[in-house]
């Protein structure tokens, strides 16, 4: 009912709010379990964004909030390891006191139902409730802690359960499968929200208004007018100290594997026949079934080493982190080329691209559209145009153009149409991505949440390629710290008919 209601109007945060209030006595109440709550997830994430929910009125009426993990603490133990991270100001205060006594904790381990039966008991002290599980939980354990709240914990009668799972979800297809089965076997689908953060970012949820939104792309947006598509995510830093993490699992499954490809499918969808999410999942899974396997000769790897010239942290590469095993060829940058084989995408390369230790952080999707023909002005003086949506820093929409040179000369340079976020909305609060999915499952959305049969066909694009990397253990190429990445990763581009000039550079609007 709420997710009919947030689909279909335009709402502000008061208006959201005097619904959840109307309804809430219908619906509620309702327990959101935070399994692992003791975590770096729970403190630096799960609760600033529950928090970030109650003070702006956000949270359904009559929500109550327990934390789970295997910690002995106390609520005001609990409180002073999420404290740090909830930016309390002065005038908050009376709220946040609010916000505690809503709260509760049970200490309890992951394998022993006793312990969840405890748990269900606090729970139905509430009453009889909605009840959402987040597991915020390493993977290891997601198979005996799902066991056991379906065997002690699920809601009663009417009302329903919700559990939200954070990735990996799995290794490859095999492990992938087999945690997907495992689920299937005790919650239905619906009752299953994977999540994805990225799918919650503003820009991100763009780019279904920019496609479908706007005439003009509609004849352009097709093998046609579009040379290529980049996908990029770039960080200005290394694995600082949790190379032991990184390396056991690596840049393709951490970045790639999901984020990127998610990207890509909303750029690749056709146009679904409404914003129910089923509709556009059945979309997004019409892609990634028209995308082959990737091959390693489409694949560049790269690893960062020190930079003599650069800053102390940037002197050290990714084998000097003391928490990576010595030799490691584990790649910190790939670059991949994939193809779309349907007939709107057929021979337009879609370029993914993440590393860690490059020179600027940054998460966009650009599409290059081909040369202009007929070209009539200065040889070199034309270049191509390009949409860019950049999802973080400084989000944005821009499309880089040509126009005349200002003054007597009838000359063309670049520059753009530019819609800068923080000068055209100057003021509004763009929700975090995580408040965005959290309030999605209280309203039983599931828009920005990974299907199975989506992460069905995402892994089997990826795991040929994880396979023979695990077993022939190539070399990464190696680029210093600062850099754009490897050479090679250029040339991949340029293969792939993306032209790199190097002569316009984007910055922010500011007004």
Same mark, same amino acid.
């Given at each position: ?34 399994i ?27 929500t ?30 009376? &709220?946040? @006191?609010?916000? =505690? ?24 002290? =509430? ?12 993977p290891? =354990? ?16 009417? &009302? ?31 009752e ?8 919650? @970012? ?6 279904? +208004?920019?496609?479908?939104?706007? !005439?003009?792309y509609?004849p ?21 100290? !949790?190379?032991?993490y ?8 951490d +970045? ?30 019409? +892609?990634l ?50 193809f +779309? ?12 691209r ?5 020179n600027?952080?940054?998460?966009e ?70 408040? !965005? ?12 949440? =990974? ?6 066909q ?12 695990e ?41």
């Amino acid at each position: 009912m709420y997710s009919r209601y947030l689909q279909e109007l335009a709402m502000t945060s008061k208006e959201i709010s005097k619904m959840f209030v109307q309804l809430g006595n219908k619906t509620g109440p309702n327990v959101f379990i935070v399994i692992g709550a003791s975590g770096d997830l729970a403190k630096k994430k799960i609760y600033p964004v529950l928090w970030a929910l109650f003070k702006d009125e956000l949270l359904p009426k009559e929500t109550y909030i327990i934390g789970y993990a295997r910690s002995k603490l106390s609520l005001e133990d609990l409180q002073s390891r999420w404290a740090p991270f909830l930016k309390v100001s002065e005038e908050e205060q009376e &709220k946040y @006191k609010e916000f =505690v006594k809503i709260n509760k904790y049970c200490a309890g381990q992951y394998d022993k139902t006793s312990d969840f039966s405890r748990l269900d008991k606090m729970i139905n002290d =509430v009453g009889n409730c909605n009840r959402l599980f987040y597991l915020a939980l390493p993977p290891s =354990v997601y198979e005996t802690v799902t066991l056991n709240l379906k065997a002690t914990c699920m809601s009663k009668s009417d &009302k329903w359960t919700r559990v939200i799972i954070e990735k990996p979800f799995g290794r490859d297809l095999e492990t992938s499968e087999h945690l997907s089965n495992h689920l299937s076997s005790l919650f239905r689908e619906e009752e299953i929200y994977r999540i994805d953060h990225y799918l919650g @970012k503003e820009m991100v949820q763009n780019l279904m +208004v920019l496609r479908f939104g706007n !005439r003009i792309y509609s004849p352009i947006w097709n093998r046609d007018s579009i040379a290529s598509v980049v996908i990029s995510f770039k960080e200005p830093f290394g694995t600082q100290g !949790r190379g032991g993490y990184f390396d056991d699992f690596g840049i393709i499954r951490d +970045v790639m594997q999901n984020h990127l490809l998610q990207l890509l499918t909303l750029v690749a969808m056709e146009k679904p026949p409404s914003t129910a999410a089923e509709d556009i999942r059945n979309e997004k899974v019409k +892609v990634l079934k028209s995308v082959p396997p990737i091959t390693m000769d489409n694949v560049v790897l790269g690893q960062y080493v020190g930079n003599p010239d650069g800053k102390d942290d940037e002197k050290q590469g990714y084998l000097d982190d003391p928490t990576v095993p010595a030799g490691s060829v584990t790649p910190t940058f790939v670059t991949a080329a994939l193809f +779309v084989r349907n007939e709107r995408w057929d021979g337009v390369p879609f370029i993914l691209r993440c590393g860690k230790a490059l020179n600027e952080r940054k998460a966009e999707v650009r599409i290059q559209f081909k040369d202009m023909p007929g070209d009539i002005f200065s040889e070199g003086k034309v270049k191509r145009n390009e949409l860019v949506i950049r999802v973080q820093p400084n989000e944005a929409v821009y499309m880089k153009m040509m126009t005349k040179s200002p003054g007597m000369s009838f000359d063309c340079e670049e520059t753009e149409l530019d819609l800068t976020y923080g000068s055209r909305y100057k003021g509004v609060k763009m929700p975090e991505a995580y408040e !965005r999915l959290i309030l999605d499952v209280f309203t039983g959305s599931q828009i920005n949440f =990974v299907r199975s049969d989506e992460l069905y066909q995402a892994w089997r694009i990826f795991t040929p390629l994880l396979h023979q990397m695990e077993s022939e253990k190539p070399k990464p190429i190696p680029y210093k710290y600062g850099s754009r990445g490897p050479k090679e990763s250029d040339d991949l581009f340029a293969n792939n008919n993306f032209t790199y000039t190097g002569t316009y550079k984007w910055s922010p609007s500011k007004i």
